[in-house]
């Protein structure tokens, strides 16, 4: 199984909502991704966990909360989101290891409008 | 300031000939780059990488090539097909903590015609 799953494919909600999005892969890679891509722009990193350990906080604001729950799942956590947050949210996820170098590989993403 | 630049948006090709996609760095860190290709609705999909120890590499149709004097990269797909459309991301990598954080390129959109 090479494939990385999101859900949902597309999601609407309110400014006052909370709202989560999954991800989940059985490659067994043990790093994850969050992405955020607007359009006409490159995927942008967010957070990055590494043996279901937080990683990587570039910056984001704390009205996004990623949780890792096992090494198969990742989980975004929305609340109180502003209508700039509107974008693709894409998962990736990759091996770990000081060998070689890792690709990344992704979900389809989750299209999100904050309304 | 943008670390990867891809300074095509969009390139069109006829079915057949060569797409050759370009990519140019600033950070001289980088020691890995990758090219995804992405369809509308979709993930990127890996498609190729190298090595910064390397100046080329191929797989099937497609190559790659890395100047590291000029920090310049192209990726050669031979002969294009109409399959072949969609957004071509470049992507870089520096150092090796054990997981990958990759700085992308806008993108290059190829559109190859019948």
């Known amino acids: 199984d090479t494939e990385v799953t999101q859900t949902p494919k597309h999601l609407v909600m309110g400014m006052t909502n909370k709202k989560s999005l999954k991800c989940e892969q059985h490659?067994?890679?043990?790093?994850m991704y969050w992405y955020k891509q607007k359009a006409k722009k490159p995927p942008e990193l967010m957070f990055v966990?590494?043996?279901?350990?937080?990683?990587i906080n570039e910056s984001v604001p704390s009205r996004f909360s990623p949780e890792c729950p096992n090494s198969s799942l990742l989980n975004l956590h929305l609340h109180a989101l502003q209508p700039e947050d509107s974008a693709l949210y894409l998962c990736a996820s990759s091996r770990v290891g000081t060998d070689s170098y890792n690709e990344q590989f992704f979900g389809p993403g989750t299209r999100l409008t904050v309304l | 300031d943008q670390q990867v630049k891809q300074n095509s948006p969009s390139l069109s090709v006829q079915e057949g000939r060569i797409s050759i996609l370009n990519c140019d760095y600033t950070?001289?860190?980088?020691?890995?780059f990758l090219w995804y290709k992405k369809y509308p609705a979709e993930g990127p999909t890996f498609l190729i990488s190298i090595s910064s120890i390397k100046d080329k590499n191929e797989d099937g149709r497609f190559t790659v090539f890395l100047n590291k004097s000029a920090k310049h990269l192209s990726l050669h797909i031979v002969p294009s097909q109409p399959g072949d459309s969609a957004v071509y991301f470049c992507a870089a990598s520096a150092g090796n903590s054990g997981y990958s954080t990759l700085t992308f390129g806008k993108g290059t959109m190829l559109l190859v015609s019948p």
């Open positions: 966990y590494s043996y279901e350990k937080l990683s």
């Open positions: 490659m067994g890679h043990r790093a």
């Open positions: 950070n001289s860190m980088f020691d890995y």
